[in-house]
């Protein structure tokens, strides 16, 4: 069974910086896409960052030039580097992992999330 374990997150002022950790573990299995989906309250679960195996990051423009995702396949890890963080960058942070057991058997498997508050 592959679980998606997340670390990071809390209370930051505008301007400051947090880093996202996740962690993909579990046995026999192929880490393929990871990424961070966020959701603010009262607004709609939005892809913020992903990055495939071979380090092909792409992100949601309204955090270009702040957020970076990065990855470590050895460890089967990526982290979000959040720089000046803003306000509406507020909600709770998902990490995914898109996962093979075989060549046959895909499924995405995701994080518990974690907050990340960002006060004016």
């Known amino acids: 069974q592959v679980q998606v374990i997340e670390s990071g997150g809390g209370l930051a002022q505008a301007g400051s910086s947090l880093r996202l950790s996740c962690l993909a573990s579990?046995?026999?299995?192929?880490?393929?896409?990871m990424g961070w989906y966020r959701q603010a309250p009262g607004k709609q679960r939005e892809l913020v960052a992903s990055i495939t195996s071979d380090s092909v990051a792409d992100y949601i423009d309204s955090v270009k030039g702040r957020f970076t995702i990065s990855r470590v396949n050895a460890e089967d890890t990526i982290y979000l580097q959040m720089n000046v963080l803003q306000p509406e960058d507020t909600a709770v942070y998902y990490c995914?992992?898109?996962?093979?057991?075989?060549?046959?058997?895909?499924?995405?498997?995701w994080g518990q999330g974690t907050q990340v508050t960002v006060s004016s």
């Open positions: 579990g046995n026999r299995f192929k880490v393929n896409t």
């Open positions: 995914y992992a898109s996962v093979s057991l075989s060549s046959t058997i895909a499924y995405s498997v």
